[in-house]
């Protein structure tokens, strides 16, 4: 099996990233929904993450910061969200390679102390 590199996403990788929801979801809301989440104050790059086959990007994903409020305050999560792999290379273990990635990246956050993996 040919080896997924998953790495942050680089600026150059956008419209890559585009072309994956756009054919994993079959529509461009998950797309222009990733566009908005990168604009937002909670977009965290290091956490918006692609999966690699072959030089050719064939997943993503993205956690987000979002401030939960709740009786007594708030706090401070990661939203897990949209996440996508394109149809073509479904079923090979990139979409949980790249949450493991994304959980590991964000560990040190602390915003995950809670999260059972």
Not at 51 to 66: D, K, M, P, Q
Not at 81 to 95: A, D, E, L, N
Request: glycine content about 10%.
């Amino acid at each position: 099996m040919q080896e997924i590199i998953v790495r942050a996403e680089t600026p150059e990788d956008v419209r890559a990233i585009d072309v994956v929801n756009l054919s994993a979801f079959e529509g461009e809301a998950e797309a222009q929904l990733v566009g908005e989440l990168r604009g937002s104050p909670g977009f965290v790059p290091d956490l918006s993450l692609v999966a690699e086959l072959n030089g050719r990007i064939v997943g993503h994903v993205l956690l987000s910061r979002v401030l939960l409020r709740q009786a007594g305050g708030s706090v401070e999560v990661l939203a897990l969200g949209p996440m996508s792999v394109v149809p073509s290379q479904s079923h090979r273990g990139i979409g949980s390679e790249l949450i493991d990635a994304a959980i590991a990246r964000a560990r040190p956050l602390a915003l995950l102390g809670a999260c059972r993996t």
